[in-house]
């Protein structure tokens, strides 16, 4: 058994979702003349690859600490959405059954194909990345709840789509060009779709159910279009944490990490690593 990390690097570049604490390190003793090197660390719970706990939005939910390894790590699958999304667009179950078979009781990985723009990519585009990513609508909810899915990781910087929360009223300029966008494809304004009753339905409508998500994943997750794996997520062991920076991973047979491998070496890396988002034809084949 090997592991695919689906986790983004994390550090004081790494955006947190837009008004958050982002991450603060300074040294408080060094080699000379302490003997050793020590830091403190400052930050939000929402930077980086993150579990959104239940208890982020709902009052008598768990919290992170209460999430058991049998929720946490389990068979789910990678669903590659980046042929069919764009800027402000609405993904839909339909779009995730016709790539993939998603059973009950499974983890959800959607692959938006927006790591693309995180701060580690050479693509890097912060304002797309959370600011204009596609997302869903209360028909995607709905299905998941009936799929009794565990829980939904996604590449970007919200498991919501980012109208149908607060930054509609942080960016008006953003606002318009998205009900422009509305407008031209669903027929609808960003106020008829996204009404009031549906606000930050991802979180609002699902926690209270046990479903919670990870925002930010990346990593090598291009490696795993549309494939069933062991999916885990690592949070602390965090008591009445209402959220968690954590690690993501897949783990793969021996034999097929092998053949990802040998994709991988023919793909652009980043800096750090990792495949580089989006529109590589060797992960295709």
Not at 148 to 163: M, N, Q, Y
């Amino acid at each position: 058994m090997k592991i695919i990390d689906l986790t983004i690097p994390l550090g004081i570049g790494t955006p947190p979702w837009p008004t958050y604490e982002p991450l603060q390190v300074k040294y408080f003793k060094r080699l000379a003349p302490n003997g050793a090197n020590g830091q403190i660390v400052t930050h939000s719970n929402h930077i980086g690859t993150h579990l959104d706990g239940e208890i982020h939005f709902y009052t008598p939910g768990k919290d992170i600490a209460s999430l058991d390894f049998d929720y946490l790590v389990h068979e789910g699958v990678v669903v590659d959405l980046s042929d069919c999304v764009e800027d402000y667009s609405i993904y839909t179950s339909k779009m995730v059954e016709e790539r993939a078979e998603v059973k009950e009781g499974d983890i959800l990985i959607i692959n938006t194909g927006y790591h693309k723009f995180g701060w580690d990519q050479p693509t890097a585009d912060e304002v797309r990345y959370m600011i204009k990513h596609p997302g869903p609508d209360r028909e995607f909810a709905e299905w998941a709840k009936k799929k009794k899915l565990r829980w939904i990781g996604v590449d970007c910087g919200s498991a919501d789509h980012p109208f149908n929360t607060k930054i509609r009223d942080w960016m008006p300029k953003e606002a318009r060009h998205c009900d422009g966008y509305f407008k031209k494809n669903y027929g609808k304004g960003l106020d008829e779709i996204f009404t009031e009753d549906k606000y930050q339905l991802m979180h609002l409508e699902m926690f209270n159910h046990h479903i919670v998500h990870a925002e930010c994943l990346g990593g090598d997750i291009d490696l795993l279009n549309n494939q069933r794996f062991t999916i885990g997520c690592f949070p602390w062991r965090f008591v009445d944490g209402e959220s968690s920076i954590s690690r993501i991973v897949a783990m793969v047979e021996d034999d097929k990490y092998e053949e990802l491998m040998k994709k991988k070496a023919k793909c652009g890396l980043t800096k750090y690593g990792d495949v580089t988002g989006g529109g590589n034809e060797f992960l295709h084949t």
